[in-house]
């Protein structure tokens, strides 16, 4: 054997023995992970903070408590569950407020309705929680998906899908509620036409609500999804 060879085996030798060592101790942590979850049980599932600490820890070793209704977590912290029952309770607000913001809806109101619903335990859901049931949502194909316009969080439950140019003109919108053809044209620097057929086609996918009633003559194109309007759909 020439002395690469025994190079090469002692450097196999070394990468097992180091992987056998984080196998060790992923395990390790894990059992570490399953204790800590049945000793902070009720912390876990009342705290939404807590929770999103909870789901970060289980992150880093590869643990997914979501994965499955089945098995050693779901059993022990019922949070399977618990994210069923948001999901279906998001559906059903997303549905209700349909008809008023065209499917896209800015995630802090989604959150607030959803506490308003679950009125006997108010401050139990996090944004965390919410973007969580979710993603849930969206791997069973449902077509719902959170889109980040500037700084907000909007989660759109419509199959439109938004460009560039409907970016945007949302994330100008964020300013006062609404825009104007005028508006959009000097402050993103666009030609006519482009603004006008930007803002059609979020007026057509109903996104948009025209509001022609004032003095200047001029359309305003209001943005139910981020402006602070808001319609509650707490008893629906």
Known sequence: MNLQDQYRMLGENVAKIRTDMMKEQLATFR?????FARKHKSDIRKNPAFRSQFHEMCAKVGVDPLASNKGFWAELLGIGDFYYELGVQIVDICLATRPHNGGLINLQELCNLLRQRRK????AVSEDDC??????????????????????KLVRSVPTELNKDHNEILELAQAQGFVTVDEVERRLSWTSGRAIDALDTL????????????????????????SSISTSVADT
């Open 31 to 35: 059992s570490q992970l399953e204790e």
């Open 120 to 123: 006997s335990d108010r401050e």
């Open 131 to 152: 973007l969580r049931a979710i993603s849930k949502l969206k791997v069973m194909g449902s077509g719902f998906e959170v889109v980040s316009v500037g700084k907000r």
């Open 203 to 226: 007026l057509d996918e109903g996104l948009a609500m025209i509001d022609d009633g004032h003095k200047d003559g001029k359309h305003r194109y209001w943005f139910p999804c981020v």
